[in-house]
């Protein structure tokens, strides 16, 4: 069972920038995808962003888009996210998650917390 733990949250004003890693706990771990969600009080997960495994292409939100980028370290099995200008609306628990297959998510991290003040 692979697991994947999240880290780099914390407290932050806006403007300022984050950078959340997530790390798979087998190296040989070989996802079609990972992605990053977030959930917000009150709401419902949604998609951030994702990466392809095999070839890199990256997917994001649309209003995400230009702010948040997510890339890798193969050697390290970890994906990132990258957040610049970060706003209050982008206070969420965040979760990467690696997928087998197109759109599917089959591990879920732990979540790290992501709290911009303004």
């Keep these: 069972q692979v697991q994947l733990v999240e880290s780099g949250g914390g ?5 300022d920038s984050l950078r959340l890693s997530c790390a798979a706990s087998d190296r040989s771990f070989n996802p079609y995808a990972m992605a990053w969600f977030r959930q917000a009080p009150g709401q419902e ?3 951030v962003a994702r990466l392809r495994w095999s070839t890199g292409t990256t997917y994001y939100a649309g209003s995400l888009r ?6 890798r370290d193969n050697a390290k099995n970890t994906v990132y996210l990258q957040m610049n200008n970060l706003k209050p609306e982008d206070t969420a628990i965040y979760y ?3 997928g087998l297959r197109l ?4 591990y879920w991290g732990q979540g790290t917390q992501v709290t911009v003040s303004s």
């Excluded at 230009?66 to 890339?71: E, K």
């Design 11 to 15: 407290l932050v004003q806006t403007g």
């Design 45 to 47: 997960r949604e998609f």
């Design 66 to 71: 230009g702010r948040f980028t997510i890339s």
């Design 96 to 98: 990467c998650a690696a």
């Design 103 to 106: 759109l599917s998510e089959d």
